[in-house]
């Protein structure tokens, strides 16, 4: 009798939770990226002083519309963890089922970091500003978040590439060990280029959108045969 029961509350627990609701959930790590370039884009040609080939996004933080941006973080970093949580749901049972939504939600946690960490002012943001800042201990945070951030992102889009295989999309699961490339390029060249940073790291969130779209339009996880 007891084991029925048990049996029972097992049945329960799993419907409450249902393909449909782990697919929304999932969407979260689809609208973040293009919601925050987005909005970084609208504000780098709204706000005065600002130029894309001399300031990152998260500059964006800073001066009287700074809160914006802070916003913008919050709601990145909330739509990831989302989209990590119902993305492991949808993917449990195949290979990178765990470790990809991990380290989404790692990627996410590092956008509420970079929220409670400003980036330092430079290249004349906000207006008034030096061109060459100084490095302060919120400054180096928000540097350490984002560096943590998008190396989680490009190891996520290499774990992704083996569901994204194992379901026989050979030519998405190449672009995606060869996404990571583009982003740790864009990284590395940031102190040369503001631009080519922020092309390398636009460039990790639509392609972590497009992959995900690709998982989510697949047959759903009861269609598909068991492993």
Do not use: K
Request: glycine share 14%.
């Amino acid at each position: 009798m007891t084991q029925t029961l048990n049996t029972r509350r097992s049945e329960v627990s799993s419907q409450a939770v249902s393909p449909s609701a782990s697919r929304r959930l999932s969407a979260g790590a689809v609208l973040a990226g293009p919601l925050f370039l987005g909005a970084g884009i609208v504000q780098g040609f709204a706000r005065e002083g600002f130029d894309f080939t001399r300031n990152a996004i998260s500059q964006l933080a800073l001066g009287d519309l700074g809160w914006i941006q802070t916003v913008s973080f919050l709601l990145t970093g909330a739509l990831l963890l989302l989209g990590a949580a119902g993305l492991r749901r949808v993917l449990r049972p195949e290979p990178g089922g765990t470790w990809g939504p991990a380290l989404i939600a790692v990627f996410g946690a590092s956008f509420l970091a970079a929220a409670a960490f400003r980036a330092d002012p430079g290249g004349g943001f906000p207006v008034g500003s030096p061109d060459v800042g100084t490095m302060s201990a919120h400054g180096a945070g928000h540097m350490t978040a984002g560096g943590i951030g998008y190396l989680a992102l490009s190891v996520a889009l290499l774990v992704l590439a083996r569901p994204l295989a194992a379901r026989g999309h050979r030519g998405w699961a190449l672009a995606s060990r060869i996404a990571p490339v583009v982003v740790l390029t864009g990284f590395m060249a940031s102190a040369a280029s503001v631009l080519v940073f922020t092309l390398g790291a636009g460039s990790g969130l639509c392609w972590l959108a497009a992959v995900v779209v690709r998982l989510l339009t697949d047959a759903s996880p009861d269609s598909r045969p068991a492993r």
